[in-house]
């Protein structure tokens, strides 16, 4: 079997290539940057953008499984560049794995396609996309992932969407990093009362969850031409979470607040005051980021179980010490490991 890893040389989709490669299996890796995975064995780097259709058709020449991880993430930005990457190239990418004769294609979405705004409290996939979005990216992977789930039976390819929900681990670039800088600099404030619930992903989980979808994907699988939730089965209290996260990096915890009506009227003021005077970076918030701060957000995994055998290979505690060995090697903390592990709640 041969793979298309896109996004290889990010969070998940680096962890999905360090998966397949320890089954044996050969990897080809789409991204622009150099991965680190390359130097891994099995693993060929194709260089390219998911804006430039002959690139990615390229790629896809002799593939029978992709999996799709590339996208732009993040709160803010122009809506051109979300539908170019996001949706247009899942389209390119489409296309060229039909025309390749590819027979699995895997997507990574969000459960943000859903999210409208109130509190999700162990929601299914029942729960139906969201018509209003507060911002490029959740609107731009909906648009994506109808397209996918869409394809379905086109030619040949069977198709499947994932959301996994909060991806963390070693090695995130995104998630962990902001908070610690923002609690080092004392902006980082609670929004809400603090009793939201949330699902979180343990990232190595969220790759299996990728491979045990492929592994069983056909036109035939129950799961074919579908989207599915993916997370720990455990929810925890949002702000308990972000705690023992801040506790593992060594930084202050949050105790300062910000109510959720004010911070929704703070976080729309932002947003007119970024784009009146086209300010530079994303602003400190946002509205759709109060919301996301402030609302529950947990997710049912009944179907992924019940359709394709989804089970995570790393407890929750086990990633939090790989999480603090992690800041311990790389010079983000110093306390001795198993300091403070395991301050998660369930709910």
Known sequence: MSNLVTGGSGFLGHVVVEQLVARGEPVRVFCRSEPDCQALDGVTWFPGDMQDAKAVSDACQGIQTVYHCAGLAGIWGPWSLYESINVQGTRNLLKSAMDAGASRFVFTSSPSVVFDGTDMIDADETTPLAEVFLCGYPYSKAKAETDVLAANGSRGLATVALRPHLI???????????????????????????????????????????????????????????????????????????????????????????????????????????????????????????????????????????????????????????????????????????????HQHAS
């Open 168 to 342: 963390w681990g070693p090695g995130d670039n995104h998630l962990l990093p902001r908070m610690i800088k923002r609690a080092r600099s004392g902006r980082l404030r609670q929004v809400g009362d603090g009793s939201n619930v949330i699902s979180t992903v343990y990232v190595e989980n969220a790759a299996a969850a990728h491979i045990q979808a492929a592994d069983l994907l056909d036109l035939d699988a129950p799961h074919a031409g579908k989207a599915y939730f993916i997370n720990e089965p455990e929810t925890v209290k949002m702000w308990d979470w972000v705690n023992s996260l801040l506790e593992l990096a060594e930084c202050p915890v949050v105790t300062k607040s910000l109510s959720a009506r004010k911070a929704r009227i703070l976080g729309a003021a932002l947003e007119v005051l970024w784009r009146t005077f086209r300010l530079k970076g994303e602003p400190p918030l946002t509205r759709f980021l109060a919301e996301q701060m402030s609302r529950s957000h947990s997710f049912s995994t009944a179907a992924a179980v019940r359709d394709f055998g989804y089970r995570r290979i790393v407890t929750v505690e086990e990633g939090l010490q790989r999480v603090a060995s992690h800041l311990k090697e790389t010079g983000q903390i110093s306390a001795p490991l198993g300091a403070n592990v395991g």
